[in-house]
């Protein structure tokens, strides 16, 4: 059996090195809530990892992507023993064993997320607009869905809005990501994006096309915003302390892609993230928010937002 606190600090120390920007908005969630979360993250950040051949996110350019498709079934085997009695060994799958047990977290929603990476690792084409965003969801979408869950919520609409965080936070990543992806084979965009600005995907990472790829990612930080302005009309079904976390997640991530777009064409010259005096004052703008979710007036969803798989 897994020490309950080897446990947890396993997790925390996966999202100290794996995400500084989750980690940032991850400490204003109660206790409870801030372990739960950690411990979900910290099987995500797993799951990516054993696919990619990475160590805490890093590594991914030497990363080893050999025998792709018998890790991720060794993932799947591992994500349903967690639903099973038996109390598992391994530190990120008894994180989210405890997790699953605690939340009632149904089996649908870890297996979509698996669902991703076997996109990734079948080498999928995104031919359409519609490819891209369903691999959002995988990726992405349904986290935020685990995670309102984690908090409480339960209506469909409050889950919608989750999902519309993750899947905001994607199209944010894919963005900032859009030349160290293509530099591993790895093109998320829709190839009929490239096909419009004449751009061969075997050539997107090439400095020639920094141009393009700005029109690109410009395009997808755009894309992005009705999303982030959905999520944020969620932020009143949750508990104050996770409305704050939240807020503040959905800040710093935004806030990538509007670097992403200052910086134009030299975007990609070293990787975009947000300084530490820029996450104080998303900190300080997210407890605002917060606060202002309490006295909102509802708005309904877009329409022409993509929509998940009710689950």
């Known amino acids: 059996m897994t020490a309950t606190h080897d446990v947890v600090d396993h997790a925390e120390q996966s ?14 969630f109660a206790p ?43 993932l799947e085997r591992l994500t349903r023993a967690a639903y099973g009695d038996e109390l598992l060994q391994d530190p990120a799958f008894a994180a989210f064993q405890r997790v699953v047990k605690r939340h009632g977290i149904p089996l649908a929603l870890p297996l979509d997320h698996l669902a991703g990476f076997r996109m990734d690792v079948e080498e999928r084409v995104y031919v359409e607009l519609e490819d891209t965003l369903e691999y959002c969801y995988h990726v992405a979408g349904v986290v935020g869905v685990m995670m309102a869950r984690i908090m409480g919520a339960e209506d469909e609409e409050t889950l919608d809005r989750a999902c519309d965080l993750g899947m905001a936070f994607q199209l944010t990543n894919i963005a900032r990501d859009i030349v160290e992806d293509a530099r591993i084979g790895r093109i998320y965009l829709p190839r009929l994006w490239l096909d419009e600005l004449g751009v ?13 790829v700005a029109q690109l990612a410009e395009r997808l930080v755009r894309l992005a915003e009705p999303y982030y302005d959905s999520a944020r009309q ?25 670097q992403v777009l200052h910086l134009g064409a030299h975007a990609w010259d070293q990787r975009v993230s947000t300084s530490t005096a820029d996450k104080l004052r998303l900190v300080c703008r997210g407890a605002a928010r917060a606060m202002l979710s309490r006295h909102q007036r509802d708005e309904p969803r877009p329409a022409m937002l993509w929509t998940r798989p009710r689950r």
């Open 15 to 28: 999202i100290a090195v794996g995400s500084k920007s989750f980690a940032a908005a991850a400490k204003l």
């Open 32 to 74: 409870e809530t801030r372990e739960s979360a950690v411990l979900l993250y910290a099987w995500c950040r797993h799951c990516d990892d054993v696919i990619d051949g990475q160590e805490l996110g890093h590594g991914q350019v030497e990363g080893d992507r050999r025998g792709g498709r018998e890790r991720l079934a060794e």
């Open 200 to 212: 061969p995907a075997e050539e997107l990472a090439d400095p020639r096309h920094r141009a393009a």
């Open 234 to 258: 969620g932020l009143a079904a949750l508990p104050l302390r996770s409305a704050w976390a939240i807020a503040t997640a959905r800040g710093v991530y935004r806030e990538i892609g509007v």
